[in-house]
């Protein structure tokens, strides 16, 4: 079974209901040439996975570079891949010695022409704003945001890690439909779904994406008592329906109404390819509640 499309109405785009991470492209142990990233998004691509999602600082501001690369020696990808990446934050260094935030528009557009640059693209499908900025100007953002997309150069923008609130505040003087808000979202950290943020998505029939679907691995690897539990119940599940522990937590997301778009952030070729047969397995709404009260150590109410 292949990873199907979620289309974004608002926006007459679709993208892969399961998108590739490059967060920890850099940390392969089978390296990260060119060879192993070709070989990675072809993985990505047999399973119907086209959408790779990129930020300007991962891998030490490398992993677009890289990326990029070998989309300069195949650039038959260009026309079968969907390419989302962030901007914002600046890390301390010899050239910043504050961690920051940047979203100022000459910020904006450097960023921009800077992963064109770098991933060896004419225009970038959605760009996000990573975190949201203190100082940020939500009439300014707007304002060049208007003007990259009428030049060419991003399809469309959207936000990360933003609460409801701040998603409204840059909302309010964009006159086009954000396209998404990237969030953590997983079994030990259920909060967008209790503080408006996938309220909000629903709302605005926009398709929240989840970093960090597995805890950062912590599914797999539990350290206390409650993620002891957790890890109990998903083998439960999973030998009920013949699955792995993998394919039940990708699952668990499907049943939302957002239509949340997991990100996944392994190397491992072999999980990639495990991952994307979740769809195979869809979860009762009891299972679902079993998941969560587990993991959350409490009853819904």
Not at 272 to 292: N, Q
Request: charged share 25%; proline share 5%.
């Amino acid at each position: 079974m292949m990873v199907p499309q979620i289309k974004f109405i608002k926006h007459n785009v679709s993208i892969s209901r399961l998108v590739y991470g490059i967060w920890r492209l850099h940390e392969d142990k089978d390296g990260f040439g060119e060879e192993q990233i070709y070989k990675k998004i072809n993985t990505c691509l047999s399973l119907g996975i086209d959408t790779f999602d990129h930020a300007d600082i991962y891998g030490d501001f490398e992993n677009e570079e890289r990326f990029g690369m070998v989309v300069k020696k195949h650039p038959d990808l260009k026309n079968k891949i969907k390419i989302i990446t962030k901007f914002g934050i600046q890390v301390p260094g010899s050239k910043f010695p504050t961690k920051h935030y940047n979203t100022s528009k000459e910020h904006i557009r450097y960023s921009v022409e800077r992963s064109l640059r770098k991933l060896q693209l004419d225009s970038l499908d959605v760009v996000l704003i990573h975190r949201p900025d203190p100082l940020m100007d939500p009439t300014e953002i707007a304002e060049v945001f208007e003007s990259l997309i009428q030049e060419g150069k991003v399809k469309h923008f959207g936000v990360s890690n933003f609460t409801p609130s701040q998603f409204q505040m840059i909302q309010s003087q964009y006159k086009r439909p954000l396209f998404t808000n990237q969030v953590e979202f997983h079994l030990f950290h259920t909060e967008p779904m209790f503080d408006g943020t996938f309220d909000q998505m629903i709302q605005f029939g926009i398709h929240p994406m989840v970093w960090s679907p597995t805890a950062g691995g912590k599914i797999f690897a539990p350290k206390t008592e409650s993620e002891s539990n957790t890890l109990s119940k998903l083998e439960e599940i999973a030998k009920k329906y013949g699955a792995s522990v993998d394919q039940i937590v990708y699952s668990w997301f499907l049943n939302h109404p957002a239509g949340l778009i997991p990100i996944l952030g392994t190397n491992d070729l072999k999980r990639i390819e495990s991952a994307a047969k979740c769809f195979s397995f869809p979860l009762t709404r009891l299972d679902w509640f079993s998941l969560l009260e587990v993991a959350r150590g409490r009853e819904v109410a």
